[in-house]
């Protein structure tokens, strides 16, 4: 596999403000790839640059080898699905996925009936057979999410950007949309770039996840290391499942404000110092159990829990004030009932704390 | 569409008598516009239309029924000739306030992306409102006239010998004035639809490979239409009603429906005026269903 894509030192600023702060990101060929950032980071910004409606204050784009700043958004060969769809609402469904077919400035496709044959290909991949004639006006939001999809994927783009495509669609047709989305992708064995602010999202559809963080990507793995293996703790922060402490290494321990926490695993160079340990990994004891020689104990006052699903989610109050999370997955127990207010034993193995220096 | 569905639905579904009463008081609020329209729209109206059959003489007029005011309209040059002027101007002023209006619009709608600066352009586009119509008028006269600015600068140019005597009581002037007059109401509605088309719409057509003109031709034209019909409609309303440009510009050599009515009504002649009345709201009828026709309003607004 080669890089279909390389940002290099992106730079682009709106009034002063920068909005990405030097891109680096290399984009494997044939393989979807999600971009995850809290709002404002600049995923969008990122994704118009590489589609070209923004030009780069600085820095290069390689797309297949070939620079890109500065060439028109209609000679680069890129689609881009908008997060609102963006379809032509005076046409029908068919017209709208004829568009580029029809229209493009470059070999554009002039008989009729080979843009009908494609179309309707199209329309058979992306599930929308029956709805040719309907007006975009009249459809659901799943099926206009799939006619912004065909009508790109059908001009055959070498790389696809899609700016939080599932945003305005409900849960449960978000998730059914995931997997869907993964299955087209490879059938059209083109680079999805799929941008998303939600971390169960990116790491479900990504085979590589890039972190964007204050216009800089603060990290590009897979989504098992990102998940177990965050760069930095405000990557930990995104993804929604570390208590982070901050504070300082001293020696062997962990100076925070709920108090010293032995070290034990590996420790990572990122600039600011944390402490973090997921939820998953913390164990609720009663008050007066002990705790072994390779745990780090520490206590807090329980709130209120939150089943989701196959888990439930306890909250916990530090002394400091701070809000402590921990996630019981119930094949593993039943669950138990705690106390509101009481205070309970939070332990957790030395070794499976990320420790940031 | 489906607003007027289900409103139509409501009463059939709910047999409810609570729920029916409620759209039952509402009417009530169109009570008074209605009563209005009636007394002094379709009433006036439907008088007109009796008063062209009235019997005409040189001083009075009586309430015999007769076709002669009817039959003296149609067999006579001078309101045949204008009849014909009206619709030739109307399409003249139509077509040419369509051709400065469009980019102009195009510009303000689509183009200034900032919304204040596009509201405070369409408020200068209003400005020749501030001044009366007079004054106008007589703006244009040290202008177009014989002696006028534009001959002045035309012959120092050297580009013509002998000043040009069209500019100024001829058609051509009522056209350059009502053109003026009326552009500005076909630049709003146009600017309207405009700036209401998504710009990520034109930004995916652009992804999708098609140049400007491509863009133009299958989105934003087609977008802008019921904004086009719309001020065409204003336009072709306010030109066939036409007649004190005509009146100010022409030195009576242009003379429209409305001048007719001007003149007919001025010498007591009711019937006449009445007859060229009644033309003349057909044609205006007749207009606007024809422009109504080219873009289904209901469905794009
Ligand atoms: N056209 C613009 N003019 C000025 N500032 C802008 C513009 N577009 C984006 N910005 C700024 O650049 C930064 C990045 O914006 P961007 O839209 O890329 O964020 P995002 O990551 O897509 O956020 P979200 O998840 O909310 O969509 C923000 O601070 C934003 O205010
Ligand atoms: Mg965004």
């Given at each position: 596999m080669s890089a279909v894509l390389q940002l290099k030192n992106v730079h682009k600023a709106f009034a002063g403000v920068p909005a990405l702060a030097g891109v680096d990101a290399a984009l494997m060929d044939n393989s979807y790839v999600s971009l995850l950032g809290p709002s404002g980071s600049g995923k969008t910004t990122l994704l118009r640059v590489i589609a070209g409606f923004e030009q780069p204050d600085g820095g290069e784009i390689l797309f297949a080898g070939r620079?890109?700043?500065?060439?028109?958004p209609h000679e680069r060969g890129i689609g881009f699905v908008f997060q609102n769809f963006?379809?032509?609402?005076?046409?029908s469904v068919a017209q709208n996925i004829a568009f580029g077919l029809e229209n493009?400035?470059?070999?554009?496709?002039?008989?009729a009936k080979a843009v009908t044959a494609r179309v309707r290909d199209m329309i058979g991949l992306v599930g929308l057979?029956?709805?040719?004639?309907?007006?975009?006006?009249?459809?659901?939001g799943g099926q206009k999410q799939r006619v912004a999809l065909a009508r790109t994927l059908v001009t055959e783009p070498s790389m696809v950007l899609l700016d939080?495509?599932?945003?305005?669609?409900d849960a449960n047709l978000r998730t059914r949309m995931r997997g869907e989305l993964r299955t087209i992708r490879e059938r059209c064995g083109v680079t999805f770039l799929h941008v998303t602010g939600s971390e169960t999202e990116a790491l479900a559809m990504g085979d590589t996840v890039l972190v964007l963080d204050r216009g800089r990507i603060a990290q590009a793995t897979d989504a098992g290391t990102l998940y177990s293996?965050?760069?930095s703790a405000d990557v930990a922060r995104f993804l929604n499942c570390y208590n982070i402490f901050s504070g300082a290494v001293s020696g062997n321990v962990f100076e925070s404000p709920v108090g010293r926490l032995a070290l034990g695993g590996v420790r990572q160079a990122s600039g600011r110092p944390a402490y973090a340990i997921r939820y998953d990994r913390v164990a609720i004891r009663p008050r007066d159990a002990a705790a072994a020689g390779d745990e780090v104990r520490i206590e807090a006052s329980f709130v209120a829990s939150e089943y989701s699903g196959a888990a439930i989610n306890s909250f916990f109050t530090l002394d400091d004030g701070r809000v402590f999370e921990v996630e019981t997955h119930l094949s593993h127990a039943a669950p138990e009932a705690f106390e509101e207010k009481a205070r309970y034993a939070l332990v957790w193995k030395r070794e499976d704390a990320l420790v940031f220096v | 569409m489906t607003m007027a569905a289900t409103s139509h639905d409501t009463p059939v579904e709910t047999a409810a008598p609570s729920t029916r009463r409620q759209p039952d008081r509402t009417y009530w609020l169109l009570a008074p516009g209605v009563l209005w329209m009636l007394l002094f729209l379709v009433a006036p109206i439907l008088m007109m239309v009796y008063v062209s059959f009235w019997t005409q003489t040189t001083f009075k007029i009586e309430p015999t029924l007769t076709l002669k005011s009817w039959i003296t309209f149609f067999s006579s040059d001078t309101y045949l000739g204008a009849l014909w002027t009206t619709v030739r101007i109307w399409l003249i002023v139509l077509v040419s306030t369509l051709l400065v209006g469009y980019p102009a619009a195009l510009f303000v709608g689509l183009?200034?992306?900032n919304k204040t600066l596009s509201t405070a352009l369409l408020v200068l586009c209003v400005i020749?409102?501030?001044?009366?119509f007079l004054i106008r008028v007589l703006a244009w006269r040290p202008m177009?006239?014989?002696?006028?600015a534009i001959n002045m600068i035309l012959m120092k140019l050297g580009i013509?010998?002998?000043?040009?005597?069209?500019?100024?009581?001829s058609e051509l002037s009522v056209i350059i004035g009502m053109t003026q007059i009326y552009c500005v109401f076909m630049v709003g509605p146009i600017a309207f639809m405009l700036g209401r088309i998504d710009p990520s719409v034109i930004e995916a057509a652009q992804d999708l490979g098609a140049s400007f003109w491509r863009i133009f031709r299958t989105i934003i034209l087609p977008l802008s239409m019921p904004g086009v019909v719309v001020g065409a409609i204003f336009v072709s309303v306010m030109v066939l009603g036409e007649f004190a440009t005509s009146a100010a510009l022409s030195g009576r050599k242009v003379n429209l429906l409305g001048n007719i009515i001007v003149t007919q009504v001025g010498s007591l002649k009711w019937a006449f005026a009445a007859v060229a009345g009644v033309v003349l709201t057909i044609l205006m009828g007749a207009v606007v269903a024809a422009l109504l026709r080219v873009v289904d309003l209901r469905k794009e607004l």
């Open positions: 620079r890109i700043d500065g060439v028109p963006a379809l032509f609402p005076h046409l493009r400035a470059v070999a554009p496709v002039t008989d057979t029956g709805l040719e004639d309907r007006a975009v006006t009249q459809i659901s939080e495509p599932l945003g305005a669609l293996r965050p760069a | 183009f200034v992306k020749p409102f501030w001044t009366s177009l006239g014989k002696e006028g013509v010998t002998q000043p040009i005597e069209v500019l100024l009581f």
